[in-house]
């Protein structure tokens, strides 16, 4: 459970990689943000996605979808063992899969698993040397242990329990093992594993798009340590370019697992003017906020917007961007991944408005339980274009929570740097002090018949300027 707000970059940098299954040193604490050492009490990470599976896709409402799993291998990277229970149990982690496009100079989610109940741990030494907490396949993780589960084991659906019932700042999971019933339309062997559509990993429609997996452990005693801020890891993936009528189209995990950050970090990796900020809800879970502005070359600019909640119960309900008087707003739009297993939730896109300086995207309110909130493991996108750059000094955007404020957990809004569109200029102020005024004419006056005071792009400053400047005088 989070206590504080942070606002600060991803400090890439400092985790730990390594390549499928080879040992490395990981990087403790929360998040790699702010301690080094080792992190007192449990703490447990995604320590390898080593492996694919694939299974036969299906057609759901007139689209094909691909079916895919993800091994994760855990880590106990902490000081204390993890209990590591069968169900129903608590305490035990849930590990939900998740998969990503970078496509077009934005991140989107294109899959999502329901979680897998961890029920015993093997003592491995992936990340480090391990102290054993029992012989063959204990129900605790040992200090310094890993425990691998396979692909195939984590796709295995008589173990995918829906996501609904975890609270992933607590890490407490108040279900009773009693799942929704996916539609009888969706195909059995795309249900409650990864569904990605196959236009989504479509070589001829995914021109020089990269993919990524990512994982997820969730456990109660790790969130009671605050250790939970380092549960997601991420590695890429590269898409084969054959589809077949058993198994899709075919994955090759590449390069190393990247340890301790989620996939929104992969964003980064590929486009260095990703802003991409961690918010903190104080009493509840993290947040990832990345932001891209992107020149289109004709005089506009598209703005790119990747929420990722990593574990916070309160739910993203709606985002704002500040607009500036004078700023036009096209193109907006929005995007979440598909609910299909029959969860309840709806797919409804969230409404966007632009009045009283800011553009705002609303998803249902909460007297709705199953409107389509922003919820734990899970990005969301808003984007549009404008016709001005962007500021040169960091903006804020505000992600307002959906549930309601609980007692220890008051906040209703939470705020991270992002790009935002600067204020236009006004034609004529040639001295950028925001008015034109006499100021501004001694400065064109001195420029006659030179470019430095052109105002209308003929590259000359002349009569023509001179009335640019007149009309538009600051009374």
């Known amino acids: 459970m989070k206590t504080s707000l942070t606002l600060g970059g991803l400090l890439l940098g400092s985790v730990a990689v390594f390549l499928g299954q080879f040992s490395a040193n990981a990087v403790p604490g929360k998040g790699g943000e702010d301690e080094g050492g080792v992190a007192a009490g449990p703490d447990v990470i995604v320590g390898a996605i080593p492996d694919v599976a694939r299974y036969t896709p299906g057609t759901f409402n007139g689209e094909q979808f691909a079916s895919y799993a993800f091994g994760s291998t855990s880590c106990n990277i902490g000081t204390q063992q993890l209990l590591w229970q069968p169900n129903p149990d608590p305490d035990h982690p849930v590990i939900p899969q998740n998969m990503y496009r970078i496509r077009n100079g934005a991140i989107e989610q294109i899959g999502m698993s329901w979680?897998?109940?961890?029920?015993?741990?093997?003592?491995?030494?992936?990340?480090?040397t391990c102290t054993p907490a029992g012989?063959?396949?204990?129900?605790?993780?040992?200090?310094?242990?890993?425990?691998?589960?396979?692909?195939?084991?984590?796709?295995?659906?008589?173990?995918?329990?829906?996501?609904?019932?975890?609270?992933?700042?607590?890490?407490?999971?108040?279900?009773?093992?009693?799942?929704?019933?996916?539609?009888?339309?969706?195909?059995?062997?795309?249900?409650?594993?990864?569904?990605?559509?196959?236009?989504?990993?479509?070589?001829?429609?995914?021109?020089?798009?990269?993919?990524?997996?990512?994982?997820q452990y969730v456990h109660p005693q790790d969130a009671a340590a605050d250790n939970d801020n380092n549960n997601a890891s991420y590695r890429l993936l590269t898409v084969g370019s054959t589809w077949s009528t058993n198994q899709g189209y075919p994955l090759t995990l590449s390069g190393p697992t990247v340890q301790q950050v989620p996939a929104i970090s992969a964003w980064k990796a590929a486009h260095s003017d990703v802003q991409l900020n961690a918010v903190d809800v104080a009493g509840d879970g993290r947040f990832f906020v990345g932001s891209r502005a992107i020149n289109n070359g004709n005089g506009t600019w598209r703005y790119e917007y990747a929420v990722f909640n990593l574990s916070s119960d309160r739910n993203g309900g709606?985002?704002?961007?500040?607009?500036?008087?004078?700023?036009?707003?096209?193109?907006?739009?929005?995007?979440?991944?598909?609910?299909?297993?029959?969860?309840?939730?709806?797919?409804?896109?969230w409404t966007s408005t632009v009045a009283n300086g800011k553009i705002t995207w609303t998803c249902e309110p909460n007297t709705n339980a199953n409107a389509n909130a922003l919820r734990w493991s899970t990005l969301y996108n808003f984007r549009f274009t404008a016709n001005v750059a962007p500021s040169t000094a960091q903006g804020q955007a505000t992600l307002g929570l959906w549930k309601n404020p609980t007692a220890?957990?008051?906040?209703?809004?939470?705020?991270?740097?992002?790009?935002?569109?600067?204020?236009?200029?006004?034609?004529?102020d040639l001295n950028g002090d925001g008015v034109v005024n006499s100021s501004d004419l001694g400065v064109l006056l001195s420029a006659w018949g030179t470019a430095v005071g052109d105002l209308n792009g003929d590259g000359m400053t002349d009569s023509a300027d001179l009335g640019v400047l007149l009309a538009n005088w600051t009374p």
């Open 115 to 128: 979680v897998k109940h961890g029920f015993c741990a093997l003592q491995e030494n992936l990340c480090g």
């Open 135 to 215: 012989g063959g396949c204990p129900t605790i993780l040992g200090i310094g242990c890993s425990d691998p589960y396979t692909a195939s084991l984590n796709g295995a659906q008589n173990d995918l329990k829906s996501r609904g019932p975890i609270n992933a700042a607590t890490g407490v999971f108040s279900g009773t093992y009693s799942d929704p019933t996916p539609p009888s339309t969706l195909p059995v062997s795309v249900r409650e594993r990864v569904a990605v559509r196959r236009n989504d990993l479509d070589p001829a429609q995914n021109a020089g798009a990269i993919y990524v997996a990512e994982c």
């Open 318 to 349: 709606s985002f704002s961007i500040p607009i500036p008087p004078g700023v036009t707003v096209t193109n907006i739009g929005f995007k979440s991944p598909t609910y299909m297993n029959g969860e309840g939730y709806t797919n409804a896109p």
């Open 408 to 428: 220890t957990s008051t906040a209703t809004s939470i705020a991270a740097g992002a790009y935002v569109p600067s204020a236009p200029t006004v034609p004529g």
